[in-house]
T-cell receptor, first 116, second 115 residues
Framework: GAGVSQSPSNKVTEKGKDVELRCDPI?????LYWYRQSLGQGLEFLIY????????KSGLPSDRFSAERTGGSVSTLTIQRTQQEDSAVYLC??????????????FGSGTRLTVV | DQQVKQNSPSLSVQEGRISILNCDYT??????FLWYKKYPAEGPTFLIS?????DKNEDGRFTVFLNKSAKHLSLHIVPSQPGDSAVYFC??????????????FGKGTKLSVIP
């Protein structure tokens, strides 16, 4: 597609349940990022995929969070045993491999996750 | 520890006037700075960037200034238009090697341009 697509756009889940968030990046973009924005906060880096390289998971806040990227395209962020503090907007972005001249990510519209 | 700080949560400006959004950073390894604009229920949109080897970058009504010695950058919008009303995020990345692709974001400044 023309842009980064995320689904669902909104998700309400009960505390303790698992959730899966999906990201479909721009075709041909080899780099994919997950960020999240909690209320009143800036965007927080979660994880980065680049081609077939091992992902950088350094931003994942706990072992309840995991992410996959299948076939170098679609990515799924999974949160197990959700907690109320997981409530946030989860944003996915993609870009061509980073060069000095081309550094603007393209973000999706995000998934607003509410844990009740 | 916030490495990128936007100390003004909000700013109101009259249409046609200049909007100045400020950003401070603490990490001297940052070498690339970006501004993103975000409308409600949409993802952030890349607006303009600047490399640390420059002190100014201009794109139409938008200019970003970088003062490395003060670890400060600013975004100027002139003239401001009602459609500029949005949340503006300052972001930075830096250094070579692992983590250089990560963007560290500020908390954002909500700009309201009053017609």
């Amino acid at each position: 597609g023309a842009g980064v697509s995320q689904s669902p756009s909104n998700k309400v889940t009960e505390k303790g349940k698992d959730v899966e968030l999906r990201c479909d990046p721009i075709s041909g973009h080899t780099a994919l990022y997950w960020y999240r924005q909690s209320l009143g906060q800036g965007l927080e880096f979660l994880i980065y995929f680049q081609g077939n390289s091992a992902p950088d998971k350094s931003g994942l806040p706990s072992d309840r969070f995991s992410a996959e990227r299948t076939g170098g395209s679609v990515s799924t962020l999974t949160i197990q045993r959700t907690q109320q503090e997981d409530s946030a907007v989860y944003l996915c972005a993609s870009s061509r491999f980073r060069t000095e001249a081309d550094y603007g990510y393209t973000f999706g519209s995000g998934t607003r996750l509410t844990v009740v | 520890d916030q490495q990128v700080k936007q100390n003004s949560p909000s700013l109101s400006v009259q249409e046609g006037r200049i909007s100045i959004l400020n950003c401070d950073y603490t990490n001297s390894m940052f070498d690339y700075f970006l501004w993103y604009k975000k409308y409600p229920a949409e993802g952030p949109t890349f607006l303009i960037s600047i490399s640390s080897i420059k002190d100014k970058n201009e794109d139409g009504r938008f200019t970003v200034f970088l003062n490395k010695s003060a670890k400060h950058l600013s975004l100027h919008i002139v003239p401001s238009q009602p459609g500029d009303s949005a949340v503006y995020f300052c972001a930075a990345s830096g250094g070579a090697g692992a983590g250089s692709y990560q963007l560290t974001f500020g908390k954002g400044t909500k700009l309201s341009v009053i017609p």
